[in-house]
């Protein structure tokens, strides 16, 4: 299936039902972090996101995320949600 005519999409044609998941990655006050090629734009759905985020959490803290928040085709669905430990703050 086409995505928007671009060819083939990898994520089965969730894309043209506006059915895509992405994650926000934030610093400790909400602001953007930008963690380059770490960063994984696009989900076909929900439980992709949500493996993909509970695989690599470690290296996104690492990289300077402390919250991130799941959004459906740009909508929260929750969050922020933080990546540090109960027993460890952010600061």
């Known amino acids: 299936m086409d995505c928007a005519g671009c060819g083939p999409c990898p994520c089965g044609g969730s894309k043209l039902n506006g059915m895509t998941w992405t994650w926000r990655l934030e610093d400790a006050d909400g ?15 929900q439980s ?16 300077g995320v402390d919250q991130v928040t799941l959004l459906e085709a740009g909508r929260e669905v929750y ?3 933080s990546l540090h430990p109960a027993d460890e703050s952010a600061d």
């Open 31 to 45: 602001n953007p972090v930008d963690v380059g090629g770490l960063a994984r734009v696009e989900f076909p759905s």
């Open 48 to 63: 992709d996101a949500e493996s993909w985020i509970g695989e690599t959490w470690r290296e996104l803290r690492a990289a």
């Open 79 to 81: 969050g922020p949600m």
